[in-house]
């Protein structure tokens, strides 16, 4: 995701990078993130100094795998910079530690930024609403490296679901090949079935999401946001 942030940074001349972050042990330290990303130099090398890069940065994106969460949501709230989380596969004991931070800086949680599955999380949750009689499965699919399952996305589809009707949620997973990221939610009543589903064809949908919910992010008073917040559904907590 981050090469693919990068790969996209020039659609949005609103933002200027300041620091490319990876961890300590990473194969790529000291290279030019422009060059890595497949674009022209950017003269920013990459490295595993966050602390450095907040001194300049104005809003923060994390990509990183969920292990890493933790530490860079208190090196963000500890530095008072807005923080976008669209990494998945943090510990669920970090909620209360989200909602600490909510209360000192912007915090937007993305597991999904595609602004495609934020409209498809929100046809399912209206859905959910409008037949509740109805059975509902969500199935998804990515590549064989993904290493949570369910997604995050999957995860958040079955919890606007079960704001409205409450009960379990049945989710499918499947790991192969070059998947970029498939999701389906099917509504099946008596004779007739309704799916809703979004196909990402490549990783720059996620990037171009986030640059532009980070751009909306930046001015934000304190709280906890989603991108069902950047696309004015009015969620913040």
């Given at each position: 995701?981050?090469?693919?942030?990068?790969?996209?940074?020039?659609?949005?001349?609103?933002?200027?990078?300041?620091?490319?972050?990876?961890?300590?042990?990473?194969?790529?330290?000291?290279?030019?993130?422009?060059?890595?990303?497949?674009g022209?130099?950017?003269?920013l090398?990459?490295?595993?100094?966050?602390?450095?890069?907040?001194?300049?940065?104005q809003?923060?994106m994390?990509?990183?795998t969920?292990?890493?969460?933790?530490?860079?949501?208190?090196?963000?709230?500890?530095?008072?910079?807005p923080?976008?989380?669209?990494?998945?596969?943090?510990?669920?004991?970090?909620?209360?530690?989200?909602?600490?931070?909510?209360?000192?800086?912007?915090?937007?949680?993305?597991?999904?930024?595609?602004?495609?599955?934020?409209?498809?999380?929100?046809?399912?949750?209206?859905?959910?609403?409008v037949?509740p009689?109805?059975?509902?499965?969500?199935?998804?699919?990515?590549?064989?490296?993904?290493?949570?399952?369910?997604?995050?996305?999957?995860?958040?589809?079955?919890?606007?679901?079960?704001?409205e009707?409450?009960?379990?949620?049945?989710?499918?997973?499947?790991?192969?090949?070059?998947?970029?990221?498939?999701?389906?939610?099917?509504?099946?009543?008596?004779?007739?079935?309704?799916?809703?589903?979004h196909?990402?064809?490549e990783?720059?949908?996620?990037?171009?999401?986030?640059?532009?919910?980070?751009?909306?992010?930046?001015?934000q008073?304190?709280?906890?946001?989603?991108?069902?917040?950047?696309?004015?559904?009015?969620t913040?907590?």
């Amino acid at each position: 995701m981050g090469r693919a942030i990068l790969s996209v940074a020039a659609e949005f001349p609103g933002l200027a990078f300041v620091g490319a972050i990876a961890s300590a042990g990473s194969r790529v330290l000291g290279r030019d993130s422009g060059s890595l990303a497949g674009g022209a130099p950017n003269h920013l090398p990459i490295t595993s100094n966050l602390g450095a890069a907040l001194k300049r940065a104005q809003v923060v994106m994390d990509f990183s795998t969920g292990a890493a969460t933790r530490e860079n949501l208190h090196a963000c709230r500890d530095a008072r910079k807005p923080l976008l989380i669209g990494a998945t596969g943090f510990a669920a004991e970090l909620e209360s530690e989200f909602a600490a931070a909510a209360r000192e800086i912007p915090l937007l949680i993305a597991p999904n930024a595609s602004l495609g599955v934020t409209l498809l999380i929100e046809l399912a949750r209206t859905a959910a609403r409008v037949v509740p009689g109805f059975d509902v499965a969500i199935t998804e699919t990515h590549h064989r490296e993904k290493l949570d399952a369910p997604s995050g996305t999957a995860l958040a589809l079955a919890a606007a679901v079960r704001a409205e009707r409450g009960g379990e949620v049945r989710i499918s997973s499947v790991r192969e090949g070059e998947v970029v990221g498939e999701h389906a939610v099917r509504f099946t009543g008596p004779a007739e079935e309704l799916c809703l589903s979004h196909r990402a064809l490549e990783r720059g949908v996620f990037a171009r999401g986030a640059l532009a919910a980070a751009l909306w992010l930046a001015p934000q008073p304190a709280g906890r946001y989603g991108m069902r917040d950047v696309m004015g559904f009015k969620t913040v907590t």
